[in-house]
């Protein structure tokens, strides 16, 4: 008899089980590659963005290809923030009370350089960035971000999923957030110390809430660029 | 480079003047800009009911408060009388004529009467204003901050207010005191309860909120808010080169961005006294009616999927789409198109441009033929739209309505008409108006500007101009490339813009074009450096939302929501 030629894996890290007709994997696995494909947004629309989003949505760019078209105006639906926008101090305690409420596992998007860093709002009003508030997974940049961009940026964090990266580091109280860029060669992550530290295993883990926007040094850089390959 | 001063000649001046015997004068003013009249704190009030309910002045529309502080201005020693203007910009529909009340205020507590009593539309400006360059109102009905949140001090837009100095807000204000205020019976918790909506909520497309006391279905007291998306743009403004704030403008109504930074370059062009190439003109408009025409269906989109009519947000966002794919190529940039320039634009229209727009204009018709066939004779359309968020004729020009809403009440006032700027005046158009003033009013006014839109870009594609697309005073735009390396004044033109960027000579200016929402003005002021010393925008939406309030007061939650989407109030413009 002749064996059937190999499949191709049905997910990552869900082997094909030649001709079989049963799979084996680990639960983790399997929950992690379902949630990744299918996340339930919650625009925090605010300004420009929030148009752009729309776009998204919408027939053209059409988000439901990437399974996350069930887009919930109530945080306690959703499982995927995407701050789309600037945010404001005055807003500020509102995107807290938002993020608050949804409940776990939940993922942040920060998508424009608005909610990112502040943009080019660097004024008496603007939240600067909104690691100050809320803990980010994914940034996108682009003022405002491209739709293939932010398409870039949820690819990313579905990665992220999958991998079980982000369970890792939610239960040791941690988070990785990557910036994404039009060049994904150019991405650095944000806090380039702390991932660096937690791969190689050499320094302490920075805390959530804690920003280490300085260290973006050509060290971390290249160091990033190994750590993610 | 200053232009002659002329002293406007206002007919009702002499009367004015007899009356209050010499507490008010008329200004010199270029001849750019609007009248002027300058009255003190204390004739305010007389003066401005004279210029409302005087027949031959009938200056019945409040247009915007534009507050300056003028410590930094060369030639004044602070501590001097007049550190602090407040400007009124006021309108008359009857008359078509804008003016411009001044009271020059001290440094030291300064302080006029309220008018919030002689035109409604005051009331929200004169809280920006005191919160933001600390003018108090005397008499004012609800003297709070409006755009910085309960926890911020100072004043930011005063030229010693540090641009980056921030202050933290943790709690978010809960409005009671304000909404007791508002309920005839404050007492009675029982048969009403408190509705918070926003500012987080997907039928504000943005960022406002209103609390609502509700009676059953019913809003018996509402009070709004807004200041969640108050980005500082006046500030920032003042700290970038003129022309870095074009990228800002667009951030504005980011629905049809292009309109805002023509509307800027148009008022330091005037200011600048250079005129651009007709090319530029024909470019800018067309491009402005196309901005229209995405800004009126997100609106239209947006507001029937509120509705439940979800059908119709794919067909508004289908030609936005395309219409997108124009701008790129035009400016490489969808949303944010910072496409405009002083003395012209960024860079000429792609070579197909004519043909490319044209291409567009079947799919826009046909789309919003769809919408009409699915809404326009619907009967749950009607339902929801006619009879609810009435605004009469009165109301609508007592709150300082501009635009569709405006004209949706029965006020026929377009700046492209009363006042054409760039090449509305050389083409054929109508202004649609209706007389309702309901929510089906505002919509079906949007539906037929969107089609004298197309009309006036196809008059103007018929006959689009050749030619350069920027004005050929250097001073303004850089010489080109072989000038600079052949000729000494080349290079001298071109590093002094580069090093210094723009120089708007000192002087001040009030320009207005008509956004998608309404009159979109700018009030600057220039000291003659290469910075802007004041920018004050005046957004349509601005008094759209301060009367918003009083529209829903007496209606169902869900015409509310309706009649929030089809004021279509814009946060980024409501809020700068
Ligand atoms: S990043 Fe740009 S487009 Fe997005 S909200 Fe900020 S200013 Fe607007």
Known sequence: M???????????????????????????????????????????????????????????????????????????????????????????????????????????????????????????????????IVPVDVYVAGCPPTPENLIHGIMELQKMIQSGELARHRASKTFVPIRVGTDPDLSIPAYSDGVMAHMTGKKELPQIGVTAESELGAKAKADAGEGHR | MSATLTRPSLSFAPVLEQKLKGRVTVEERPAHDIATLVTDAATLKEAALFLRDDPAAAYDLFLDLASVDRSKLPGHA??????????????????????????NLPAKDPAVPSLTGVWPAANWFEREAWDLMGIRFDGHPNLQRLLTHNGFVGHALRKDYDKGQRWLCTEEDLLQTELAAKTDDPADMFET????????????????????????????????????????????????????????????????????????????????????????????????EFSRIMDHLVCIGANLVDLGALTNFWYAFQPREEIYGLLEACCGARLTSSYARIGGLAKDVPDNFVEWSRSLLPTIRDRIADIDGLITKNKIAWNRLRGTGVVTKEQAIAWGFTGPSLRASGVPYDVRKDKPYEMYGDVDFDVPIATEGDNFARYIVRMEEMRQSMRIIEQILARFPKGPVNSDDYRVILPPKEMVYNEMEGLIYHFKLVFEGVKVPAGEIYSFTEGANGELGYSLVSDGSGFPYRVKVRPPCFPLFAAFEKIIKGGMVSDAVATLGLLNIIAGELDR
Request: charged share 20%.
């Open chain 2, 193 to 288: 309860m408190t509705l918070n909506f926003g500012p987080s909520h997907p039928t504000t497309h943005g960022t406002l909120r209103v609390v609502m006391r509700v009676d059953g279905e019913k809003i018996v007291a509402a009070e709004s808010e807004c200041g969640y998306l108050h980005r500082c743009f006046e500030k920032m403004s003042e700290t970038h080169t003129w022309v870095q704030v074009i990228p800002y403008t667009d951030r504005l109504n980011y629905c049809s961005p292009m309109i805002n930074g023509n509307g800027y370059a148009l008022a330091v062009e005037k200011m600048l006294g250079i005129d651009v190439p007709p090319r530029a003109k024909a470019a800018r408009t067309v491009l402005n």
């Open chain 1, 2 to 132: 002749k064996t059937p030629p190999p499949q191709p894996p049905l997910g990552p890290g869900i082997p094909s089980t030649s001709g079989a007709d049963f799979l084996t994997t680990k639960l983790d696995v399997a929950v992690q590659w379902a949630q990744s494909n299918s996340l339930w947004p919650m625009p925090f629309g605010t300004a420009c963005c929030a148009i752009e989003f729309m776009s998204v949505v919408s027939s053209h760019y059409d988000l439901a290809r990437f399974g996350a078209e069930v887009v919930r105006f109530s945080p306690r639906q959703a499982d995927l923030l995407i701050v789309a926008g600037t945010v404001v101090d005055k807003l500020a305690p509102v995107l807290k009370k938002v993020y608050d409420q949804m409940s776990e596992p939940k993922w942040v998007i920060s998508m424009g350089v608005c909610a990112s860093t502040g943009g080019f709002y660097r004024a008496y009003h603007v939240v600067q960035g909104i690691d100050e």
């Open chain 2, 78 to 103: 602070t501590g001097k009388d007049a550190r602090f203007q407040a400007n009124y910009i006021l309108y008359s529909t009857r008359r078509n004529e804008h003016l411009r009340l001044r009271v």
